[in-house]
């Protein structure tokens, strides 16, 4: 393979690991990545071990979303921000309603991060 087509299957493979990363920003994400943390300080796991549980994490975040989760949610709100960079689109509504079959819940903001799932299959 030649430079110019390992830089550009190393700037692929950096993107999707990127998207995968997303969901280390939810909650359970950011518990776990707490716990890993705690579990190297102290010696318990190496660090190498973290990152295999970190990116099995990930892994199976998108899989379990994609798998799993049947609901539909209709989504309404002013849109105060928006932005495409990466793949990556970004948006921040304010004074948004999330409605399903049964239930709707109001927020008064809300960021919503949203990429192409085809790109976390590469």
């Known amino acids: 393979m030649d430079t110019e087509a390992c830089r550009n299957d190393f700037i692929a493979r950096s993107y999707v690991m990127a ?16 716990t890993l943390d705690e579990m190297v300080q102290s010696g318990t796991l190496s660090p190498e071990l973290a990152i295999q549980v970190l990116v099995q994490f990930d892994k199976s975040m998108t899989e379990a979303l994609e798998s799993q989760v049947k609901t539909k949610v209709t989504i309404k709100g002013h849109l105060h ?14 004074d948004a309603m999330f409605k399903s079959e049964d239930r709707q819940e109001n927020v008064s ?4 991060v949203a990429c192409d799932s085809k790109l976390l299959t590469q």
């Not at 921000?81 to 304010?94: A, E, G, K, M």
């Open 19 to 34: 998207t995968f990363e997303l969901y280390r920003r939810s909650t359970i994400g950011m518990c776990l990545t707490e």
């Open 81 to 94: 921000t928006y932005r495409f960079c990466d793949n990556v689109w970004t948006f921040i509504l304010q």
């Open 109 to 112: 903001q809300v960021k919503i």
